[in-house]
């Protein structure tokens, strides 16, 4: 046969061959990884729901006992008196005296890092009206941003 009129090579074939079975292998790998860290990601986040939805639920349960307190309270006729001894004997709640009532405020730790604040009015005639239901971040002393090297734009030492 005469090489200069003949095709391709075997080896041309083996080495293209060999470069699309790497290829595919990486390509592979690649979706194993990630399918591993989208599963690890919907653990965490179904595990932060639960730790939400159950420190949701402490904070529902609290509210609702203020607001019984609240309407017995208010049917009494000595609303200030009533509500001021029962809600503040609750541990973890805060009162503060507002027009026509009192202010109360609670949390509820949702895990290490986060607590679920919340805060509602309730008013002389038995109402209640919620002013704050939030997720906020726990401080602490060690998390400190005087800790950061940040550069306040001056070289002086």
């Known amino acids: 046969m005469d090489k200069k009129n003949g095709g391709m090579g075997v080896g041309y074939v083996s080495v293209m061959l060999i470069f699309a079975v790497i290829c595919l292998t990486v390509f592979a790998v690649m979706s194993f990884r990630a399918a591993s860290v989208n599963d690890g990601f919907n653990i965490r986040s179904g595990d932060h729901l639960r730790?939400?939805?159950?420190?949701?639920?402490?904070?529902?349960?609290?509210?609702?006992?203020?607001?019984?307190?609240?309407?017995?309270?208010?049917?009494?006729?000595?609303?200030?008196?009533?509500?001021?001894?029962?809600?503040?004997?609750?541990?973890?709640?805060?009162?503060?005296r507002?027009?026509?009532?009192?202010?109360?405020?609670?949390?509820?730790?949702?895990?290490?890092?986060?607590?679920?604040?919340?805060?509602?009015?309730?008013?002389?005639?038995?109402?209640?009206?919620?002013t704050r239901w939030q997720s906020?971040?726990?401080?602490?002393?060690?998390?400190?941003?005087?800790h950061l090297g940040v550069w306040d734009g001056s070289f002086d030492r």
């Open 51 to 96: 730790e939400y939805y159950a420190a949701d639920s402490a904070a529902k349960q609290r509210l609702a006992e203020l607001d019984g307190i609240a309407k017995i309270a208010a049917e009494s006729g000595f609303f200030e008196d009533e509500f001021e001894t029962a809600a503040g004997a609750i541990e973890g709640v805060t009162l503060n």
């Open 136 to 146: 906020t971040t726990i401080s602490s002393d060690e998390s400190s941003d005087s």
């Open 98 to 130: 507002i027009a026509n009532g009192f202010s109360a405020g609670w949390s509820v730790k949702i895990n290490d890092r986060q607590e679920l604040s919340a805060a509602a009015d309730f008013t002389s005639d038995g109402g209640c009206e919620i």
